[in-house]
C-alpha cells in the first residue's frame, strides 16, 4: 500500500517549489488514479517481455518474478453466475485468466469462427469432457460474461483472474477555505510499495500539463525515463 496522502504532498512540495501554482484535490486524483492504471498495465506488457527473456536465478533480480509479485495481490477465484445465456463475470474483472468447469476441467477459450470448426465435427463437437467457451457482452447487459459449449452446462463455472485497482481518492475537509486531509475518507494506492517514485513523476507530469509549466513536464519526464531505463537495462 502507497499513502496517498504521502504522494500527494510530494506532488505539490516539487510544483510549489518555486512558486509554480497549485494542484487541486480534485485533479490530483484524477491524474492519481490514471497514473496508477498505466502503472498497472504495464505490468501485462512487462510481463510479455520479461518471458521471453532467459530466466535469471538471483533471488532479487528476477524480473518476472518481480512483476508477478506486484500482481499477486490483485489475483482472485470466484464462482461465477448464470444469467440467461451467460455466466457474468466479476464485477472488479479486468483480465481473466483460466475458466474451469466442476472445479476440475479447464474450459478452452475460442471466437466464433473456431467454435463454428468445433461445432461442425462430430469429433470435436464440445461435450462437458471437453468444454469450450467465448467471451464477450452478454446478451442482457453491456458487462463481459462468457457462454460456454455445451449450452447444456448452466452451473459450476469458476474462474482465476486479474481484478482492478481500487480507484484512489485524497479525501479531504474544507476549514476555512483550506482543504484538510481527511483520512477516514481516502482511499490509497493498492500497488507496490516500490511504485511510490514512479507515481509521483507521472503525476508530476498531468500536473505539469494541467498548470502550462513546461520545465515541471520535463522534469517529470527525465526522471520517468530514466527510472524505466534502469528496470529494462
Known amino acids: 500500500m502507497i499513502s496517498i496522502d504521502t504522494v500527494y504532498q510530494r506532488v505539490l512540495a516539487i510544483i510549489n517549489k518555486e512558486n509554480r501554482g497549485y494542484l487541486t484535490p480534485q485533479d490530483f486524483n484524477l491524474f ?5 492504471l498505466e502503472i498497472f498495465e504495464q505490468y501485462f506488457f512487462d510481463l510479455n517481455q520479461y518471458g521471453r527473456i ?39 474483472f479486468h483480465k481473466l485468466g483460466t475458466v474451469i468447469y466442476n ?12 467454435l463454428m470448426d468445433y461445432q461442425g465435427s462430430k469429433l470435436t ?38 481484478r482492478k485497482p481500487v480507484a484512489v481518492e485524497w479525501a479531504y475537509t474544507n ?19 516500490s511504485e511510490e ?11 505539469g500539463l494541467n498548470i502550462k509549466e513546461a520545465d515541471v513536464i520535463q522534469i517529470a519526464d527525465a526522471k520517468e525515463t530514466k527510472k524505466i531505463t534502469q528496470e529494462k537495462s
Not at 472445479?103 to 473456431?114: A, I, L, Y
Not at 517514485?197 to 500536473?207: E, N, P, Q, S, T
Open 197 to 207: 517514485v514512479g507515481l509521483v513523476f507521472k503525476i508530476l507530469l498531468y500536473a
Open 175 to 193: 476549514v476555512a477555505g483550506t482543504a484538510l486531509y481527511n483520512a477516514s475518507n481516502s482511499t490509497n494506492f493498492e500497488l507496490h510499495e
Open 103 to 114: 472445479n476440475t476441467v479447464e474450459v478452452e477459450k475460442v471466437d466464433r469462427k473456431q
Open 32 to 36: 492519481a488514479n490514471q497514473a496508477q
Open 54 to 92: 532467459k530466466e535469471n536465478n538471483t533471488e532479487y533480480a528476477n524480473l518476472y518474478k518481480i512483476i508477478e509479485e506486484k500482481l499477486s495481490k490483485f489475483k482472485k477465484e470466484a464462482n461465477l453466475t448464470y444469467s440467461t445465456d451467460y455466466f457474468q463475470l466479476p464485477s472488479d
Open 125 to 162: 463437437q464440445p461435450d462437458t469432457l471437453n468444454p469450450l467457451y467465448i467471451q464477450n457482452a452478454t446478451s442482457s447487459s453491456n458487462n463481459w460474461g462468457l457462454k460456454i459449449y455445451p449450452t447444456t452446462i448452466n452451473a459450476n463455472i469458476s474462474c482465476t483472474y486479474v
